[in-house]
């Protein structure tokens, strides 16, 4: 059974940093793009970071460049994301997707809750 499971999420004031988890089981990561999504309430899907599977190509949107790091360990079968210099705007739920490409989400984590606030 392919699963992903999330952790890591929690609430940190302004400025402060979280590292998110996405463990995977039933595949391995390194077979997968891996993509960090998140959605606030009522918005879109809103996509942040990925990784490829091909040639670890990795990339993030705009607002989280320098702020955010996306890895990948492959022993642990585990993506992870670094996120530095939190911002009130990053409030949100942060999901984990496994897909062919960086476009394709074929699987999907629980998500875990960021809430940045002083």
């Known amino acids: 059974e392919v699963q992903l499971v999330e952790s890591g999420g929690g609430l940190v004031p302004p400025g402060g940093s979280l590292t998110l988890s996405c463990a995977a089981s039933?595949?391995?990561?390194?077979?997968?793009?891996m993509t960090w999504v998140r959605q606030a309430p009522g918005k879109e899907f809103e996509w942040i970071a990925a990784?490829?599977?091909?040639?670890?190509?990795?990339t993030y949107l705009d607002s989280v460049k320098g702020r955010f790091t996306i890895s990948r360990d492959n022993t642990k079968n585990t993506v992870y994301l670094q996120m530095n210099s939190l911002k009130p705007e990053d409030t949100t739920v942060y999901y984990c997707?496994?897909?062919?490409?960086?476009?394709?989400?074929?699987?999907w984590g629980q998500g875990t809750q960021v809430t940045v606030s002083s």
């Open positions: 997707a496994a897909g062919a490409t960086m476009a394709e989400y074929d699987y």
């Open positions: 039933g595949f391995t990561v390194n077979s997968y793009a």
């Open positions: 990784i490829n599977s091909i040639d670890d190509k990795i």
